[in-house]
Structure formats: structure tokens, C-alpha cells
């Protein structure tokens, strides 16, 4: 087996950010703080450590493959990328890079001429289906695993490169025993505001907007491997006690919320940020909430525009009951974050006015929200029928902060841009207000 080379590129939104987000998540993060002091967002980095290399790097060791982490996150240009992987590098070895939409060509540009010095370039994540033969040694198409991993250093890998990973829809039967090795990541200790950990991998709902939905199945982790992985947050990150559950929806599995009870109750003083599924904001999943200690609850809202998410995959009981939801958390005393969407394809004027609308109207108990733009990354169940509408294949415009690169069906893609801007504007000016009158309220 070839030595392996986890390789983290860098992101040009990190270090260009939209202005009109940028004023927004300022105040985001004085806000945060206010709850956690020790909450900051990175300057011109990444945001949290890049989780993927923790669960390579372990899949790397029970392969017992040497490896090795570059990190190039803060990087000016793609021949100084190229240059650092040459020299740590020989030929044989793997050069593994897992890149979102903005940093694909970035990804591109450095494999092909990896790929002629005889290194073994292999892409996997979101873009991967994207990739050709002629662009890399190998794609993996799916959620990796050991046995994908091991078939893709192989060099009797099929001819084509590809390495497709097939699961079956429900949750499987196997449980994840292996455990993220941090060893890798020690620099980023004091360096992120928050640790990720995930209970399960995968996703049942079937939004078709979403990046997750392709899995279809839920894969749990034991009990042991989360305790281990949690030993490892103390040792490494003995400063940070913020905790994002990772799990695509908390609830999902009462047997994965179980085990993060087991764990948690002889490792006090963590505290957590979970995202759920309206539906999922059941008693028992709040009660299972307020013992383990979240402290904000990340709710998937998109759009005020019920019909248009139903008609996407997305389940729903109407706005009533996602307010009644809001307000169950609150009275726990949770937090409630938002995730909301701009530039869906159906996305009308009427149900942005309504989003604006309602976004007003639960002011007081939503504390903040995430604001993104779709992208159709090839992974999006939507991808195949809005393929044929993206006009702009430049992937470095691929980005959450920027405009839609497809027809919309009912608007332009400039006037998509500018009702997103208005969801940041209101955003913005809410939580400004917000701050202002507590301000005032203290004097």
C-alpha cells in the first residue's frame, strides 16, 4: 500500500467573503458570544476543523497505511498547492482531496499533473460524480468506507477509476467501530470555536434539495467508538466544550441519542448545538435534549413556502405547527437557529414575501439563523433535472454566498441573488435591533 497524503485545499470564500453576509455574521458572532464567550468565528480560515481527515485518517489505519496530513487551506494559488504536494510526496503515493463546488478546478488543476508524476490522485465528496479518468487516478462516487477505500489504492482498481458506493435505503445493520484519529489536527487546537461528533452518518428523509439525501441510509456508531473519540476532544482540545452533533437530524434514532446519553454522562461540562427535522421535535427527543445539555437547536427552514418544499421531498404540517415546534424549544430553554435558504429553483416572489413575512413575525423566539444559496451539487437528488438549466460551469461561482449558476423556474437568476440579499438584509436588521433594544434596556 502507498503512503497516503489527506490533503485540505483552500476555500476562496474564507478569504473573500459576500460584504452583505460578512456584516451579517459580525453580528452573528457577537451574538453568539454573548451565550459563549469562547464562541469566535476564524479570520480568514476555516470555521471547524475539517472533520473528514479525522474519519480518512482512521480508515487509513485499520488499512495500516502510512499517512500524512497537508494542509493548504491557507494557500495563495493553485502552483503553490501543486508545488507543496510535489515535495512532500513520491511517486506511488496517494494524494486524497475532498473539495466542494468553489475549489473543484482548484482540485482539478493540481491532480492532473500529480497524476502524470506518477502520484495516485484519488476525489471523493459532493463533486466527485464531476471528476473524469482523465482528471484523476480514481473517483469514489458515495460515502467511503474501509472496503472503498482499500479497493481504491489498490492498483488493480478498475480501469475507468471509479469506486461507486451503493447502500440500501433504512438502517443498516452494520455499526461504525472504527473511531476518528485526531492526531492529524492537533494544530487546530484554540484555533476552531466548536468540536463536530456524529452519533450516525447518513439521512432517511429525501429532500431533494439537499446534499445528504442521496445516502438514504442511516448508519449508527457504537457506543465505544464515541466514548474513545470524545476521550480524544479532552486530550487534544482540553479548551473547547462547545459540541455540534453532527448527525443530519437529532432524533433520527433514538438508539444514536442513547448512546450520546451513555457517553455524556460521565464526561460533564460539554455543552451542544444539535440540528433536527421539524417533525423530529417530538416530547421524548426534547427531553432527551434538555438531559444531554443543548443549548441551541438548528432547525432545516428553507422557506415559509410549505407547498414548494413539500413538492421538493421536504415534510411538513404547515407553518402553525413549525411555530408551535419554535416555541416548544424555546420553553426549554433552548435557542433556536434557523437554516434558511435562498435561490431554490422554484422559489417565487409570493413565497419569499411570505418567508420575510414569518421570519418577522417569530422573531421573538428564532435567535438566529444560517443563511445560504443553493448550490446543485452533483450529489443533490435535483441535480439531474436542473442540469440542463446551469448556465454557468465555472465552479469557482459554485458558492453559498453567491448567485444561483442555473434558471431558476420562476425567476431570473439576478432576481433570485436579490431576494436572497433581502433574507440577509432582514436577518441583519432584526438582530441589529434585537441587540439595540437589550442595549438600551441595560442602561
Same mark, same amino acid.
Given at each position: ?46 470555521? @471547524? ?12 489505519? @485499520? $488499512?495500516?497505511? @502510512? ?19 510535489? *515535495? ?27 497524476? !502524470? ?73 484554540? =484555533?476552531?470555536?466548536?468540536?463536530? $461528533? ?17 445516502? !438514504? !441510509? ?33 432524533? !433520527? ?5 442513547? #448512546? ?37 437547536? *438548528?432547525?432545516?427552514? @428553507?422557506?415559509?413556502?410549505? *407547498? ?22 424555546? =420553553? ?17 416572489? #409570493? ?8 421570519? =418577522? ?37 459554485? =458558492? ?44
Amino acid at each position: 500500500m502507498p503512503t497516503a497524503h489527506i490533503v485540505q485545499l483552500p476555500f476562496p470564500s474564507t478569504s473573500e467573503p459576500q460584504r452583505d453576509l460578512r456584516r451579517y455574521y459580525d453580528l452573528y458572532e457577537r451574538e453568539f458570544a454573548r451565550l459563549f464567550p469562547e464562541f469566535f468565528i476564524p479570520e480568514a480560515s476555516l470555521w @471547524e476543523m475539517p472533520l473528514w481527515v479525522a474519519h480518512i485518517t482512521a480508515l487509513l489505519d @485499520e $488499512l495500516d497505511v @502510512e499517512s500524512t496530513y497537508v494542509d493548504l487551506s491557507s494557500t495563495a494559488s493553485p502552483d503553490d498547492c501543486l508545488r507543496a504536494l510535489v *515535495e512532500v510526496s513520491a511517486p506511488g503515493d496517494a494524494i486524497l482531496l475532498s473539495p466542494l463546488a468553489q475549489n473543484f478546478d482548484l482540485a482539478l488543476r493540481v491532480s492532473r499533473p500529480l497524476k !502524470q508524476m506518477g502520484r495516485i490522485t484519488v476525489i471523493g465528496g459532493n463533486m466527485a460524480p464531476l471528476a473524469t479518468p482523465g482528471d484523476v487516478s480514481r473517483v469514489v462516487r458515495g460515502q467511503v468506507g474501509i472496503e472503498q477505500l482499500r479497493a481504491v489504492l489498490r492498483p488493480e482498481t478498475s480501469a475507468d477509476g471509479l469506486v461507486s458506493v451503493r447502500s440500501r435505503s433504512g438502517i443498516a445493520e452494520e455499526r461504525i467501530s472504527w473511531v476518528p484519529q485526531y492526531r492529524h489536527l492537533g494544530g487546530y487546537a484554540g =484555533r476552531v470555536p466548536l468540536l463536530r $461528533l456524529n452519533a450516525s452518518h447518513g439521512c432517511l428523509y429525501k429532500c431533494r434539495f439537499c446534499g445528504d439525501a442521496w445516502s !438514504q !441510509q442511516l448508519t449508527l456508531v457504537e457506543t465505544d467508538a464515541l466514548g474513545r473519540e470524545v476521550d480524544q476532544f479532552a486530550e487534544r482540545y482540553p479548551g473547547t466544550r462547545l459540541v455540534y452533533i453532527g448527525d443530519k437530524t437529532f432524533g !433520527q434514532s433514538r438508539e444514536a441519542v442513547r #448512546n450520546l446519553l451513555t457517553v455524556f454522562r460521565d464526561r460533564p461540562g460539554y455543552r451542544f448545538i444539535v440540528q433536527t427535522h421539524v417533525l423530529a421535535v417530538r416530547p421524548w427527543v426534547l427531553d432527551a435534549m434538555s438531559e444531554l445539555g443543548v443549548v441551541a437547536v *438548528e432547525l432545516g427552514f @428553507e422557506s415559509a413556502d410549505t *407547498e414548494m418544499l413539500r413538492e421538493s421531498g421536504k415534510l411538513s404540517r404547515g407553518l402553525d405547527h413549525y411555530r408551535d415546534s419554535l416555541r416548544a424549544i424555546d =420553553r426549554r430553554g433552548m435557542r433556536v437557529v434557523l437554516n434558511v435558504m435562498g435561490g431554490l429553483a422554484a422559489e417565487t416572489e #409570493n413565497g419569499h414575501a411570505e418567508t420575510v413575512r414569518w421570519l =418577522r413575525e417569530c422573531a421573538d423566539v428564532v435567535w438566529l439563523a444560517n443563511l445560504y444559496n443553493f448550490v446543485p451539487y452533483p450529489l443533490v437528488p435535483d441535480f439531474p433535472v436542473l442540469r440542463p438549466r446551469i448556465h454557468d460551469w465555472d465552479f469557482a461561482h459554485w =458558492r453559498e454566498d453567491a448567485p444561483v449558476v442555473f434558471e431558476p423556474y420562476h425567476l431570473t437568476p439576478g432576481r433570485s441573488w436579490e431576494l436572497f440579499v433581502e433574507k440577509v438584509e432582514l436577518m441583519t436588521d432584526l438582530l441589529a435591533g434585537r441587540r439595540e433594544a437589550e442595549d438600551a434596556c441595560l442602561k
